[in-house]
């Protein structure tokens, strides 16, 4: 039987493995960050009126720039944005790789702070870049000064910020970020997924963004609009970088289907966002129910919680699903992460692990 290794793949991508999380069918799953809620009716009715008045003319190929989609975007975001400083594509992954291509990539590097998301340095491989992992702080926090050591030491073509930080939670302070657009000659990337999840007076890199050319944000709506099974990602940053992917990015990337969908979507914003308060109830109801149990936890600014288990993670996490509740083991020695999702979810994941 053929395997990878029988083919003549690149040699940094030999023994790689895919990226992923487990997909299990069991009562609770906690494990992918996803909003728990399902689409209320009227989001429904839209989003179905929207793509149907599409489908007479799929024999067409899509707007490739999709400017109807970025204007409602830039809308959404405010800060005087304007469907130029918009770019969107297939989640924040298909950005993020259009980035890498367009400003790192054979011969460049690329560097981020970890623990945070593991696709950050599989995209910089599978697009030649070189990968520096960098740390944060023990506290999983990142101060101007330690990103500053970073970056002098490693000169970077391109940087990845992650604020909340997935897995850990963790909020930037914006002084990292303008200390880090000081230092850097390259692209300053940050890395926005769980946004709208952030405690009352977390600022966004968004208020940075003017008079920064270097500085990208980068969104999604699968995780607050609970748009997952839509991918839609986007970005806001001076015209100049959307013009840059638009230099890289595939031809009609992104169908007529997934436009009118995520743009129905932004129309019914306010119905789809009202669950953002209930899920950051059950997040800090996870935060204060483990820490009165004794455990460590990480202040958390997203829809999830890393939590310290005081042994072996893989022990507990098989534990838990034997209970039939579904949480991501992160490989972080010692700590596993949980999606805050509904009371009930709540509930079993508390009981479980109790």
């Known amino acids: 039987m053929t395997t990878i290794d029988d083919l003549p793949i690149r040699d940094e991508l030999r023994g790689k493995t895919p990226y992923g999380a487990p997909q299990l069918d069991v009562a609770v799953r ?9 689409l209320p009716d009227a989001v429904v009715d839209a989003i179905a009126k929207a793509v149907q008045a599409e489908l007479r003319d799929l024999n067409r190929y899509p707007d490739r720039d999709a400017v109807a989609l970025r204007a409602d975007l830039a809308d ?48 910089a491989q599978g697009t030649g870049s070189r990968w520096i992992g960098a740390l944060r702080d023990p506290d999983f926090g990142l101060t101007p000064a330690a990103a500053l050591a970073q970056i002098q030491e490693h000169d970077p073509d391109l940087i990845f910020l992650c604020s909340p930080n997935n897995p850990t939670g963790t909020a ?32 966004s890199a968004l208020t940075v963004l ?18 997952a099974g839509g991918r839609l990602g986007y970005l806001a940053a001076d015209p100049a970088v959307v013009d840059a992917v638009q230099l890289v990015r595939l031809p009609y990337h992104l169908s007529a289907l997934t436009q009118a969908a995520a743009r129905a979507a932004l129309s019914q914003r306010d119905a789809l966002l009202a669950t953002v308060e209930a899920i950051k109830e059950q997040r ?32 507990v996490w098989q534990r838990l699903l034997d209970r039939g509740v579904l949480i991501r083991d992160v490989g972080l020695a010692g700590w596993l992460r949980v999606t805050a999702g509904t009371p009930a979810e709540t509930d079993a994941f508390l009981e479980a692990l109790k």
Do not use: C
């Open 30 to 38: 906690l494990n992918t960050n996803e909003n728990s809620y399902p």
């Open 76 to 123: 959404y975001l405010g800060h005087g944005l304007t469907a130029a400083n918009t770019w969107a594509a297939n989640g924040s992954n298909e950005i993020q790789q259009q980035l890498l291509q367009a400003f790192a990539g054979p011969g460049r590097t690329a560097l981020g702070f970890g623990p945070s998301y593991s696709m950050h340095p599989l995209l």
């Open 172 to 203: 930037l302070d914006p002084e990292v970020v303008t200390a880090v657009l000081d230092a850097a000659r390259g692209m300053v990337i940050v890395d926005e997924a769980y946004a709208e999840f952030a405690r009352p007076g977390t600022p």
């Open 210 to 227: 003017p008079g920064h050319p270097r500085l990208v944000v980068t969104r999604t709506m699968s995780k607050a609009f609970g748009f």
């Open 284 to 315: 800090d109801r996870i935060v204060a129910t483990l820490r009165d149990r004794g455990r460590a936890v990480a202040d958390s600014d997203a829809n999830f919680v890393l939590f310290e288990v005081g042994g072996d993670q893989k022990i």
